[in-house]
């Protein structure tokens, strides 16, 4: 994919997504010893950075495809996201959805107009069930991370950050899917001469880290995390350019998760949801690397069911 492709795209999708927010805290590159610029994609439109993506992938499809509609399978995020674009453009979404999912995001959901059917909570089920639809309704599969349209639009998050900061050493961003890592690691590549890209992960769904130890797509036996949004796995799509432009994949634990998220709460003042956090807590997990860098940290998302919360506020 081109810098031209993903010009494109940004152009494309402009009017349906918002450009959001870079915030800075000097306790936080006190704390990192670094400066740090959060891009707020929690400030996006269904509160994730996931509505580029969808919203990207629908525009691409035929007349004939959107008459359709569109299926998905998601926790929560880009089921979110796909039922509000889907609803922005006129076409019918129906969202496969983990029996454990968040109630805040099975809500938000059916705020958007989509149209949940609940499966079991493995990656298995989610696919067998989104097939099944596919092929009763004739509606076009969207994968949430495994898809070229998709991974574009994600990546226009890290290539709005770019645009107002050209000069970061380090783009840092939660690897789940790979979607949004694969999107920012294209950005970088197009639009940056000297920044490297890195990922946090869970070591409870580490499967990116050891994909890249060993060069193929790994699985993940468990996805015990409390980063609900990252448990899923890579694909042949974005394997391959998160193998060729992403530097280190950095694991943590679920306490350093809980802390990183409670610090940005109390700090900040910004909701962010744990997978959010998985990146933030890779930066204070090894902040030595980071020394004296500039470091940009997409926050990809804030939707988190505040019933729930792993720390009291």
């Given at each position: 994919?081109?810098?031209?492709?993903?010009?494109?795209?940004?152009?494309?999708?402009?009017?349906?997504?918002?450009?959001?927010?870079?915030?800075?805290?000097?306790?936080?590159?006190?704390?990192?010893?670094?400066?740090?610029?959060?891009?707020?994609?929690?400030?996006q439109?269904?509160?994730a950075y996931?509505?580029?993506?969808?919203?990207?992938?629908?525009m691409q499809?035929?007349?004939?495809?959107?008459?359709?509609?569109?299926?998905?399978?998601?926790?929560?995020?880009?089921?979110?996201?796909?039922?509000?674009?889907?609803?922005?453009l006129?076409?019918?979404?129906?969202?496969?959805?983990?029996s454990?999912?968040?109630?805040?995001?099975?809500?938000?959901?059916?705020t958007?107009?989509?149209?949940?059917?609940?499966?079991?909570?493995?990656?298995?089920?989610?696919?067998?069930?989104?097939?099944?639809?596919?092929?009763?309704?004739?509606?076009?599969?969207i994968h949430?991370s495994?898809?070229?349209?998709?991974?574009l639009?994600?990546?226009?998050?890290?290539?709005e950050l770019?645009?107002?900061?050209p000069?970061?050493?380090?783009?840092?961003?939660?690897?789940?899917?790979?979607?949004?890592?694969?999107g920012s690691?294209?950005?970088v590549?197009?639009?940056?001469?000297?920044?490297?890209v890195?990922?946090?992960?869970?070591?409870?769904?580490?499967?990116?880290?050891?994909?890249?130890?060993?060069?193929?797509?790994?699985?993940?036996?468990?996805?015990?995390?409390?980063?609900?949004?990252?448990?899923?796995?890579?694909?042949?799509?974005?394997?391959?350019?998160?193998?060729?432009?992403?530097?280190?994949?950095?694991?943590?634990?679920?306490?350093?998760?809980?802390?990183?998220?409670?610090?940005?709460w109390?700090?900040?003042?910004?909701?962010?949801?744990?997978s959010s956090?998985v990146?933030?807590?890779?930066?204070?997990?090894?902040?030595?690397?980071?020394?004296?860098?500039?470091i940009?940290?997409?926050?990809?998302?804030?939707?988190?069911?505040?019933?729930?919360?792993?720390?009291?506020?």
């Amino acid at each position: 994919m081109t810098k031209q492709n993903l010009n494109d795209c940004y152009q494309r999708i402009a009017p349906y997504i918002h450009k959001t927010p870079v915030l800075t805290s000097s306790l936080v590159n006190e704390l990192v010893g670094a400066e740090v610029f959060f891009k707020c994609e929690n400030f996006q439109k269904t509160g994730a950075y996931k509505m580029r993506g969808a919203t990207n992938a629908i525009m691409q499809l035929s007349d004939e495809q959107r008459v359709k509609g569109v299926v998905t399978h998601s926790s929560g995020n880009f089921a979110q996201a796909l039922s509000k674009a889907a609803q922005s453009l006129g076409v019918k979404a129906t969202i496969v959805m983990p029996s454990n999912s968040p109630i805040a995001k099975k809500e938000g959901v059916k705020t958007y107009g989509g149209n949940i059917i609940e499966c079991e909570p493995t990656i298995e089920a989610r696919q067998s069930t989104a097939d099944k639809i596919v092929e009763e309704t004739g509606g076009t599969f969207i994968h949430p991370s495994n898809d070229l349209d998709v991974i574009l639009g994600q990546g226009t998050a890290c290539y709005e950050l770019l645009q107002d900061y050209p000069n970061l050493d380090v783009v840092a961003c939660p690897v789940g899917g790979g979607g949004l890592i694969a999107g920012s690691a294209l950005a970088v590549h197009h639009f940056s001469d000297n920044t490297i890209v890195i990922g946090g992960e869970p070591f409870e769904a580490d499967d990116a880290y050891r994909s890249l130890i060993s060069g193929k797509i790994e699985s993940n036996t468990t996805t015990n995390t409390i980063a609900d949004g990252l448990r899923t796995q890579l694909g042949h799509h974005n394997f391959p350019i998160i193998k060729d432009n992403v530097n280190e994949i950095i694991r943590v634990t679920e306490e350093d998760i809980i802390e990183a998220m409670r610090f940005i709460w109390e700090r900040m003042k910004i909701i962010i949801e744990p997978s959010s956090a998985v990146t933030f807590a890779a930066i204070l997990r090894e902040k030595n690397k980071f020394k004296g860098k500039k470091i940009g940290v997409i926050i990809s998302g804030g939707n988190v069911d505040v019933t729930n919360l792993p720390f009291n506020i």
